[in-house]
């Protein structure tokens, strides 16, 4: 791989350099608290208008000990190029191989593509798998709030088929990406090493679950890959 890569302008990190992962969980919380229910902006199935979550769906985010669950987030288009029914299998598979406390909650930032529907809401996919109640719509948000979207998360998830600047973006804030190979990913995901700054697995529901239950039980190595993640980005982003 080069020394560095370059990146079109218009893929390039928007985020803060160096991050924000030292984000309280106070501060977490209320940045999740305007994404879903003070600012909601997710379309629900079928176009029947914008999602309204309560404070009463929030408590799905916590465990009984109060602490936060993992929070995984993706951003995106609703399109099959995302592969949202693999994402989502994958999602389901793992939280039944991990303790309720450790089962993560998804907050999808995206919407229809402005052509159309392609592919099933993630509401409706994460339904039909039984995880309904730990998928958030978020939808579109702009680029400029994404930096807070990276530090409220544990790590980015993406099963697309081809990377685009959610990835980099990710990244470059500290946020650890777990992606899937076949793609762009494998040039900028590390998976062993004290450079390890990511997980990657075959883009196949049981071995991407593997992938998501390591992140899940593992605060620690989280943490240390998402300072290798904005290492990374600040060595090879151009």
Do not use: K
């Not at 987030?73 to 991990?98: D, E, H, K, Y």
């Amino acid at each position: 791989m080069p020394a560095t890569m370059s990146i079109p302008v218009e893929s390039r990190p928007r985020t803060a350099r160096g991050g924000t992962r030292s984000m309280r969980a106070a501060a977490r919380a209320a940045a999740i608290h305007r994404l879903l229910v003070t600012e909601p902006r997710g379309s629900l199935p079928r176009g029947a208008g914008r999602t309204a979550y309560q404070e009463a769906d929030l408590e799905r985010l916590w465990t009984n000990t109060a602490q936060l669950r993992p929070v995984l987030v993706w951003a995106g288009t609703f399109s099959t190029a995302q592969r949202l029914p693999l994402l989502l299998a994958a999602l389901a598979a793992a939280s039944r191989t991990l303790a309720p406390a450790q089962q993560p909650v998804l907050i999808a930032c995206g919407d229809q593509p402005a052509s159309g529907p392609e592919t099933e809401h993630p509401a409706d996919i994460a339904h039909t798998h039984g995880i309904g109640a730990h998928v958030f719509v978020a939808g579109h948000r702009h680029h400029t709030e994404m930096s807070t979207v990276y530090a409220v998360a544990d790590a980015y998830l993406t099963t697309a088929t081809t990377t685009d600047a959610s990835l980099w973006e990710a990244m470059a804030s500290g946020c650890p990406p777990i992606a899937v190979t076949g793609t762009g990913a494998e040039h900028a995901i590390t998976t062993g090493g004290h450079d390890a700054n990511g997980w990657l697995a075959d883009p196949d529901p049981a071995y991407l679950a593997a992938a998501i239950a390591q992140v899940c039980i593992a605060p620690a190595e989280r943490s240390r890959r998402g300072t290798a993640a904005a290492t990374w980005a600040r060595q090879h982003l151009h």
